[in-house]
C-alpha cells in the first residue's frame, strides 16, 4: 500500500455508508496483492458525494450506502485490453474505473478522452486517498470561496497525492488534470 496514513481515524470521521467496501472474496479475486485486497474490504474507497461509485456486485452489503453510491457494471467479468486484463471497479467522475488484475494498478475509460484507458493510480490506497482528498479540501459554503480559495484546494491536492504517487498528475495525466478544470468546488 503506498499511501501509509491513519485510515482508521479517516474511516470514523466518515458518516454512515460513505466508505464503499468490497465484499471480502470480491477483494481477493480482484486485488493480487493481501493487503491491498484487505484494503478494499475493510477500508474501500470514499463516495465522497458521488465522485466514485463501486459496482452493486462487488460490494459489501450495508443498509447505509446512498441508493445512488451503486452502480451496474458496463460488462460482466474482466475486459481484455492492450493493458492486460482490467476488471471494473466502479464509476469515477465521468469515467469507468478499473484494476488491472495482473498488478492491482488503476486505470480509467474516459469517454470524454482520447485515450482509452489511463492509467492514474499505482494502487487503490492512491485511489481512495485522493478521492477522500478532493472532498476533505473542499471549502464550504459557509467560507464564502473564490476562485483564489479553489487554487489553493487544487495545489493542496496535488501536493499531498503526488507524496504518495505521482500518476495521477504526472505529465500526461489528463484524467484528474480534467477533473480539476472541469469540476471547481465553489
Given at each position: 500500500m503506498l499511501v501509509r496514513i491513519d485510515w482508521q481515524a479517516i474511516a470514523e470521521?466518515?458518516?454512515a455508508g460513505g466508505l464503499l467496501r468490497l465484499r471480502p472474496d470480491a477483494a481477493a479475486r480482484i486485488f493480487p496483492d493481501e493487503d491491498a485486497a484487505r484494503f478494499a474490504a475493510e477500508f474501500g474507497?470514499?463516495?465522497?458525494?458521488?465522485?466514485?461509485?463501486?459496482?452493486?456486485?462487488?460490494?459489501?452489503?450495508?443498509?447505509?450506502?446512498?441508493?445512488?453510491?451503486?452502480?451496474?457494471?458496463?460488462?460482466?467479468g474482466p475486459v481484455d485490453t492492450p493493458h492486460g486484463k482490467l476488471q471494473q471497479l466502479g464509476e469515477l467522475y465521468k469515467g469507468y474505473?478499473?484494476?488491472?488484475?495482473?498488478?492491482?494498478?488503476?486505470?480509467?475509460?474516459?469517454?470524454?478522452?482520447?485515450?482509452?484507458?489511463?492509467?492514474?493510480?499505482q494502487d487503490l490506497s492512491s485511489l481512495s486517498y485522493l478521492v477522500y482528498k478532493v472532498a476533505a479540501e473542499r471549502p464550504g459554503p459557509e467560507e464564502d470561496p473564490d476562485p483564489n480559495d479553489w487554487a489553493d484546494v487544487e495545489e493542496i491536492?496535488?501536493?499531498?497525492?503526488?507524496?504518495?504517487?505521482?500518476?495521477?498528475?504526472?505529465?500526461?495525466?489528463?484524467?484528474?488534470?480534467?477533473?480539476?478544470?472541469?469540476?471547481?468546488m465553489l
Open positions: 470521521e466518515t458518516p474507497i470514499p463516495h465522497s458525494g458521488g465522485l466514485f461509485r463501486l459496482l452493486a456486485d462487488l460490494a459489501e452489503g450495508d443498509p447505509a450506502y446512498p441508493d445512488w453510491a451503486l452502480v451496474e457494471p458496463l460488462a460482466p474505473v478499473f484494476v488491472r488484475l495482473s498488478d492491482g494498478t488503476i486505470w480509467v475509460s474516459d469517454p470524454d478522452s482520447e485515450t482509452e484507458y489511463e492509467l492514474i493510480h491536492i496535488r501536493e499531498d497525492a503526488t507524496a504518495w504517487d505521482r500518476l495521477p498528475f504526472e505529465s500526461g495525466a489528463h484524467f484528474w488534470e480534467m477533473y480539476l478544470e472541469d469540476h471547481p
